[in-house]
C-alpha cells in the first residue's frame, strides 16, 4: 500500500517535497492556508543559481520563472561598487507570488501533474500541525505559529518594500549596505516591474532610516517609488536567531525550508536552500540518517553567514563602514577566496542520496 504523507504548506519547500515523494509513489497531501499559491505579494527574488544543476538534481523545470541577471551593483555607506560574477556563475530574478509564471506556480502545476494532492484553503493551526501523524513535513515558510508549535527558535524582522515599474537600463540587482540598516536593502528588476525593500531585524525601522533608504535609492539611480508598505513583518529562523536554527529534523516531524533555517538570500540561502531543503525533506520520509548528513553536506556557508550577520547586527557603524568598503573594494570574482565561495554554493554539490 503507498505510504501516505501529510505536509504543511504550499510553497517553494513544500511542493519540492511533495513532488519528490508522489514520484517515489507516496500518496502526498499539501495543506496550503490560501486560497491560491503564492503570497499577497508579487515580487522578484534575487540569487545566483545553477539551473542546470538543480533542474537535474530536483528533476524539475524551472527555468519559467527565471529571468537572468544583466548587471549587479553595489552602494556602501556613499560609494559604488559595480559587480560581476565569477565566469560560470549566474544570476537570476525570481517571479514570486501569485502570478502563473511565479516559482510557486510552476513547481504546482508539476505536483498537480504529479498527482500529489493540494488542498487550498487550508490552513493548519497549531495544534493541527502538532498533531500531524510522524514522518509528516512542515514547510510553513515565515508562519509564527508553525515555529511555536514546533518549539523552534524564531525571531522577528521587518521588511520596508515598495514596488513598481523599473527602468530596463538600470542594473537588474542593486544592493545597499549602509547606515541605515542592520540587515540590508535592494533593488530588484524583472522588465519593467521593479521594487526595492529594506529589512530589518528586532525592530522596525525608524522614519529617518525609511527616508534614508528613500534617498539614497533616488540619489544613486534614480529609483523613486510612491508608495511604501510596511505590511511585511514576520517570523523566520533568522540564521541570526541562533547557532542551533539550522535542522532537517524536530521530533518525529521532518522541517523545510524556512523553518528549516535556511531563508536568507544572502550568501546563497533563500530560494536555493529552499528548493534543495524541499528535496532532503522527502528523502528524511524514509532514512533520517541519510538524508541529515546530506543536509549537512550542502549547508557549508550556514556558519560564515551566521558570522557576518552577527557582525553587521552588533558591529557599531564606525567599524562596519570600512570593514564593508575593504570588502567590497577587494572584491575580485576570479581571486581565490571567492571563487572558493561559489564553489561551496550548495545546488553544484550532488545530491549523494537519492
Ligand atoms: C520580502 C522577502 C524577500 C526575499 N528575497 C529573497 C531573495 O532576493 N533571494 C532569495 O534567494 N530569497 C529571498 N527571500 C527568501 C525566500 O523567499 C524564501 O527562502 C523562500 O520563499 C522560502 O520557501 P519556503 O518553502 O520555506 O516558504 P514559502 O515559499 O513562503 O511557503 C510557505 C507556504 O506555507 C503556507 N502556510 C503557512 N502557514 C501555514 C499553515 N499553518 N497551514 C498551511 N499552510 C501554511 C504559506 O501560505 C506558504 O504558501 C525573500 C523572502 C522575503 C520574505
Known amino acids: 500500500m503507498a505510504k501516505k504523507i501529510e505536509i504543511a504548506g504550499?510553497?517553494?519547500?513544500?511542493?519540492?517535497?511533495?513532488?519528490?515523494?508522489?514520484?517515489?509513489?507516496?500518496?502526498?497531501?499539501?495543506?496550503?492556508?490560501?486560497r491560491y499559491i503564492g503570497g499577497?505579494?508579487?515580487?522578484?527574488?534575487?540569487?545566483?543559481?545553477?539551473?542546470?544543476?538543480?533542474?537535474?538534481?530536483l528533476g524539475l523545470d524551472l527555468e519559467e520563472a527565471l529571468e537572468p541577471w544583466t548587471l549587479t551593483r553595489a552602494w556602501s555607506y556613499g560609494r559604488k561598487y559595480e559587480f560581476g560574477l565569477p565566469r560560470g556563475v549566474?544570476?537570476?530574478?525570481?517571479?514570486?507570488?501569485?502570478?502563473?509564471?511565479s516559482l510557486e506556480n510552476v513547481l504546482y502545476r508539476q505536483a498537480v501533474a504529479e498527482g500529489v494532492e493540494v488542498l487550498l484553503g487550508s490552513r493548519l493551526s497549531k495544534q493541527e500541525i502538532k498533531e500531524l501523524p510522524p514522518g509528516s513535513i512542515i514547510a510553513t515558510g515565515l508562519d509564527r505559529e508553525a515555529f511555536e508549535a514546533m518549539d523552534l527558535p524564531c525571531r522577528p524582522f521587518f521588511c520596508h518594500m515598495a514596488t513598481g515599474r523599473g527602468d530596463p537600463s538600470r542594473p537588474s540587482v542593486i544592493i545597499y549596505l549602509d547606515g541605515f540598516t542592520r540587515e540590508f536593502g535592494y533593488y530588484f528588476q524583472r522588465g519593467e516591474a521593479a521594487g526595492a525593500l529594506v529589512f530589518s531585524v528586532q525592530r522596525p525601522m525608524t522614519d529617518g532610516e525609511k527616508e534614508e533608504f528613500k534617498a539614497k535609492l533616488a540619489a544613486g539611480d534614480g529609483i523613486v517609488f510612491d508608495t511604501w508598505s510596511d505590511r511585511i513583518a514576520s517570523w523566520a529562523a533568522w540564521p541570526l536567531g541562533s547557532w542551533s536554527n539550522l535542522r532537517l529534523l524536530q521530533g518525529e516531524k521532518i522541517l523545510a525550508g524556512t523553518?528549516?533555517?535556511l531563508i536568507s538570500p544572502v550568501l546563497l540561502f533563500g530560494v536555493n536552500g529552499a528548493l534543495v531543503s524541499g528535496k532532503i525533506a522527502a528523502l528524511a520520509v524514509d532514512d533520517r540518517d541519510a538524508a541529515l548528513r546530506e543536509f549537512k553536506r550542502l549547508?557549508?556557508?550556514?556558519?560564515?553567514?551566521?558570522?557576518f550577520r552577527k557582525c553587521r547586527e552588533y558591529l557599531p557603524h564606525a567599524v562596519l563602514k570600512p570593514l564593508t568598503r575593504v570588502i567590497l573594494s577587494t572584491y575580485d570574482p576570479d581571486s581565490f577566496p571567492y571563487a572558493m565561495l561559489f564553489a561551496l554554493y550548495p545546488p553544484g554539490c550532488k545530491f549523494s542520496v537519492r
Open 10 to 34: 504550499a510553497g517553494l519547500a513544500g511542493l519540492v517535497a511533495g513532488i519528490t515523494l508522489a514520484r517515489r509513489g507516496c500518496e502526498v497531501r499539501v495543506h496550503e492556508a490560501r
Open 259 to 261: 523553518l528549516a533555517g
Open 40 to 57: 499577497d505579494l508579487s515580487y522578484a527574488d534575487s540569487t545566483i543559481m545553477d539551473v542546470a544543476a538543480l533542474e537535474a538534481e
Open 90 to 101: 549566474e544570476g537570476f530574478t525570481v517571479e514570486r507570488g501569485k502570478g502563473e509564471h
Open 299 to 307: 549547508t557549508p556557508l550556514y556558519w560564515p553567514q551566521f558570522a
